[in-house]
């Protein structure tokens, strides 16, 4: 238990002080707009690197994965396009052939993960966030490197729009559950 914990904590997901109960990390607005920028650099930077490099096969299964999130995204099932989202976000970093990027850029996304659940809840998210999954997928199975990456950092951006709507709604830990599940 205690090193599990003491993983949790190296990842910033908990802290842990002496003599103190150990508690849920939070992270103050610039933090979390600064972790947002760097996310983005570095999936986008994943995404480019993919498309030269990922192999056929790994190209198929990112083309699956986005056709098999259709059924989701029609659904409008906050949940299951979470799972969905991880899974190909998950693949685009492997498919860089990078293990320090995906380490790194694997890290953040858990850290950052509950922020984003936020944003996928918000209003038309999950079928705008899926048609730009498309467009990222399709640049990468296609080896169209620089496109992967606009296209991944456009995905990524977080615009004053969506984030005045974090702000708003970051009080609410209905995406707790989904961070716990996504990170086993």
Known sequence: MREALLQLASQGLITMRPRQRTRVATIGLSRLVQMMEVMSSLEAQAARLAARRM?????????????????????????????MNWMLH?????GSQNAFLMEQARTLRLRLHPYRCY?????????TAHVE???????????????AYDAMAQ??????????????????????????????
């Open 119 to 127: 944003l996928v809840r918000m209003a038309d998210r999950i079928a």
């Open 55 to 83: 192999s056929e096969e790994k190209r198929a299964e990112l083309l699956r994965i986005v056709a098999e999130a259709d059924a989701v995204a029609a659904a409008g099932d906050g949940a299951a396009f979470n799972a």
């Open 155 to 184: 995905h990524l951006n977080l615009d004053a729009d969506r984030l005045a709507d974090l702000v708003a709604i970051m009080r609410d830990d209905r995406c707790e559950e989904a961070s716990v599940a996504m990170a086993g």
């Open 90 to 94: 998950l693949a685009i970093l492997a």
């Open 133 to 147: 999954h498309g467009v990222i997928v399709h640049a990468i199975a296609e080896g169209r490197a620089n496109a």
